[in-house]
């Protein structure tokens, strides 16, 4: 055995199993070792930011939405970078955001005639059932790792941060099981390997 399987021993230990949520699969037996960000400061980011390792044969990768079990929370996985000694991988070092919604995503698919009526609807196609993702306010000129005191920038509208492979596009709907619906206005695709960072506005389609 290599370094690797003794520190994956250890993260069974004091670590906390995961789940990994991926397409219609849930991978278990996996461990994590994760600490609160250290900017106590910045309420947002000290809630919704964690920093953590991940055993050096982990099977997520950057862009997996991963579930805690002991707390049930879920989060994104943001990067993931392997960390070496003597030209080895022991460990994965990987940042999460906590997931702080939940809901349908969905796209146009034409326009339909209501069934009680005859007002034209617009029809829609259900790209996923459960679809979690991290909804923040965007910030002119940064995101949401910017220094600055929130009281001194501009708010612009929302960012709505989704895993890549969700297929997410513009003019598709969001709709959280809070009830409100978003219109994906725009989709930026580089800031995150693995992730995607949408501008969202209110959906009154």
């Known amino acids: ?19 990994i949520l991926r397409d219609n ?13 250290a900017q106590v400061t910045k309420p947002f980011i000290r809630e919704h930011h964690r920093e953590a390792s991940f055993q050096y044969d982990t099977r997520a990768i950057a862009g997996d939405v991963i579930q805690v079990v002991p707390t049930s929370e879920k989060f994104l996985v943001v ?8 030209g080895e991988t022991i460990e994965k070092a990987g940042v999460l955001y906590k997931c702080n919604v939940s809901g349908e995503l ?8 209501g069934e009680y009526s005859y007002h034209i609807q617009s029809g829609w196609e259900t790209l996923r059932n459960t679809a979690y ?6 910030l002119y000129g940064s995101d949401i790792l910017q220094n600055e005191d929130i009281g001194q920038i501009e708010v612009s509208g929302l960012e709505l941060f989704l895993p890549e492979n969700y297929g997410a596009q513009p003019l598709d709907r969001y709709m959280a099981i809070s009830g409100e619906y978003f219109k994906i206005e725009t989709v930026k695709k580089w800031r995150h390997p693995g992730v995607v960072v949408c501008e969202v506005v209110e959906d009154t389609r």
Not at 1 to 19: F, H, N, P, T, W
Not at 28 to 34: K, L, P
């Open 133 to 138: 993702g991290l909804l923040v306010q965007s």
């Open 106 to 113: 969905l796209r146009p698919s034409g326009e339909v005639r």
């Open 1 to 19: 055995m290599g370094l690797g399987d003794d520190i994956k021993e250890i993260y069974q230990d004091v670590g906390s199993e995961i789940y």
């Open 25 to 37: 699969e849930t991978y278990s037996g996996e461990y994590i070792d994760s600490e609160l960000n």
């Open 79 to 86: 990067n993931l970078d392997d960390e070496l000694l003597e």
